[in-house]
């Protein structure tokens, strides 16, 4: 198992708030509708990728008092990216001052998961300090005018340093998977704009975050008792609560942001996380349950041993 340990983090959101009321101008909607159906009340917009992902990296980095050319390697969960390319992480390494490989992957809202888990390996391997980003900026691709997609997506980054430690590992188990053969549930073309077949994604989302879930936990070695946080992709606060119920965890376990984020993708599950380490909701040697979902469908969940810096 790897021995690589989370020793910074930070969020950041764009300035710009867009509320449920404000959206009451732009399509046929209500607050009341959306607070419902989502538990979403507002999410922040007009944010970009390489610039969120900057002030997200850096101030993880600053946290963690690493100096960038002690950065072997940025991985950016994004689906987003500024351009076609190059890619957002080699704009985002010129920013910070890295001189290391840089690479963006997109397993849409399971990205920053599966980039938890591939720097994990990375980590295993040899290399000593990743900075792994989650960014999205879904406010780019949304069609303003779609009711069914256009309430429930935000914009934002998060970020993390994971460092190589000797001690006891940190990454007790994941699971990764894809089922391609649901790619048409919800998609964005090239140049496109988001389409969603919402009750479909929300009946295999439930089954996809229970399944890793699952699969994370006994490959760990652990039930669902043991866990003392859930970090679940903010989607849907309906899709959480019906995915939690399934795994017998109950609501308070998990860490919500969503009613102020919306939907952030790759951001929302290193958003979720910060969220609960600041408010003090995780102490040395907690287990930790991240699952995500997202189109592909993807899914991802790891079960991580919190163990910061001391001192
Ligand atoms: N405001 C008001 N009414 C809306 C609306 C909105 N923003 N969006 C859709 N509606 C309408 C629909 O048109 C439908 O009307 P109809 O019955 O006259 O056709 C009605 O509300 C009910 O739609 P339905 O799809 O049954 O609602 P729902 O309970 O499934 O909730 C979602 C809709 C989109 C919130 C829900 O399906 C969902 O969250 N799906 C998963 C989406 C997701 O998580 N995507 C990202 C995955 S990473």
């Not at 399971?110 to 720097?119: E, I, K, P, Q, R």
């Not at 859930?230 to 308070?252: C, D, F, T, W, Y």
């Not at 942001?257 to 599950?269: K, M, R």
Request: charged share 15%; aromatic share 4%; hydrophobic share 45%.
């Amino acid at each position: 198992m790897p021995h690589g340990r989370i020793t910074g983090w930070a969020a950041h959101l764009p300035e710009r708030v867009l509320t449920n009321a404000e959206l009451t101008t732009m399509v046929d909607t209500s607050d009341e509708w959306i607070t419902a159906r989502s538990g979403i009340r507002s999410r922040h917009v007009d944010g970009r990728v390489t610039e969120m992902s900057t002030v997200a990296g850096r101030e993880a980095m600053a946290m963690a008092g690493v100096t960038p050319d002690r950065v072997d390697l940025l991985l950016l969960a994004t689906t987003t990216p500024d351009q076609q390319f190059p890619a957002s992480a080699s704009v985002v390494q010129h920013n910070l001052g890295l001189t290391c490989g840089a690479v963006d992957m997109n397993a849409v809202c399971s990205g920053f998961v599966y980039g938890l888990v591939t720097a994990m390996q990375f980590i295993n391997g040899g290399v000593e300090r990743i900075l792994l980003i989650g960014s999205d900026a879904l406010s780019s691709i949304i069609d303003w005018e779609d009711r069914n997609t256009c309430v429930l997506f935000g914009d934002g980054a998060g970020a993390v340093v994971i460092e190589r430690t000797g001690d006891q590992p940190s990454l007790l188990g994941w699971d990764l998977m894809s089922d391609g053969s649901a790619a048409g549930i919800l998609y964005c073309d090239q140049g496109g704009k988001i389409v969603m077949h919402g009750r479909e994604v929300f009946r295999q989302a439930v089954l996809a975050m229970a399944s890793a879930a699952e699969n994370a936990m006994t490959r760990a070695g652990i039930t669902a008792d043991d866990l003392a946080l859930v970090v679940p992709h903010q989607a849907n606060i309906r899709i959480i609560e019906a995915s939690l119920k399934r795994l017998g965890i109950p609501m308070e376990r998990a860490s919500l942001v969503l009613a102020h984020t919306g939907n952030t993708s790759a951001a929302s599950i290193p958003l979720a996380l910060v969220d609960a380490i600041e408010a003090g909701r995780v102490a040395q040697g907690d287990l930790i349950l991240m699952v995500g979902f997202g189109a592909g469908m993807s899914s991802a969940a790891a079960v991580l041993r919190w163990d910061p810096p001391t001192g």
